[in-house]
């Protein structure tokens, strides 16, 4: 079974800078997809960027940006030029290519404060 | 137009009770999931439907049973409910590997 990890419980960034979120996974497949998921205080879950593992190149969705490193299992999120709007639960999931419905495994999330 | 619409949005029920939660998109979407995510903001697969046929059954109580008429709708119903049921369970579908569309969760509350 694949685990997900996020090992930083809580951040908090000034308004305007940088921040990085950890997430490490275990799992034996080669191929699969990994998801950051933004949940902010309205509940909703919103997809923030997506890695297919077999690309070894970063994605990257505006301020959003990943650090994708497939031998480490290591799949951290950076947001650019933080915004009062990116206060919010963020959860890195993990999805295997295979019939069995997509499942997708969570991390158990990192909540982000961004400050004024 | 709501992609993943997820009735109710809030349910506060009484112990023992029976209630269902509906749920439906409009994204043409041939897999449908619910989840629950508990007071620690753990989210958890409950159960999976691919065209209407379960894929996915977790490890949940045999209270709980999802039923899906058709591909666009996935409801879950629960019957005598515990306080430690109480929770938000979000509904999500999706196609391929692009990730989920989920709905905006029902939180439901048992007293």
């Known amino acids: 079974a694949q685990t997900v990890t996020q090992s930083q419980p809580e951040m908090s960034v000034q308004e305007a800078e940088t921040v990085t979120l950890s997430c490490t996974y275990d799992?034996?497949?080669?191929?699969?997809?990994l998801f950051w998921y933004k949940q902010p205080p309205s509940r909703q879950m919103i997809l923030v960027i997506r890695?297919?593992?077999?690309?070894?190149q970063n994605a990257t969705e505006n301020r959003f940006s990943v650090n994708f490193q497939k031998a480490a299992k290591s799949f951290s999120l950076k947001i650019s030029d933080s915004q009062l709007g990116d206060t919010a639960m963020y959860f890195c999931?993990?999805?295997?290519?295979?019939?069995?419905?997509?499942?997708?495994?969570f991390g158990g999330g990192t909540r982000l404060m961004v400050k004024p | 137009d709501t992609a993943v619409s997820q009735t109710p949005k809030y349910l506060v029920t009484q112990m023992g009770n029976d209630k269902s939660i509906k749920c439906e998109q409009n994204?043409?979407?041939?897999?449908m999931y619910w989840y629950k995510q508990d007071s620690k903001k753990f989210l958890k697969i409950m159960f999976s439907?691919?065209?209407?046929?379960?894929?996915i059954n977790e490890t949940v109580p045999n209270r709980f049973s999802p039923k899906s008429p058709d591909k666009a709708h996935l409801n879950l119903h629960i019957n005598s409910l515990e306080l430690g049921d109480s929770a938000v369970y979000f509904c999500?579908?999706?196609?391929?590997?692009?990730?989920?569309?989920f709905g905006s969760g029902t939180r439901l509350t048992v007293v």
């Open positions: 999500a579908s999706s196609q391929g590997y692009h990730g989920y569309t």
């Open positions: 799992t034996s497949e080669n191929n699969y997809y």
């Open positions: 890695q297919e593992a077999y690309k070894q």
């Open positions: 999931a993990f999805m295997k290519l295979d019939n069995a419905g997509n499942m997708l495994t």
């Open positions: 994204l043409g979407h041939d897999t």
């Open positions: 439907y691919n065209n209407k046929e379960l894929i």
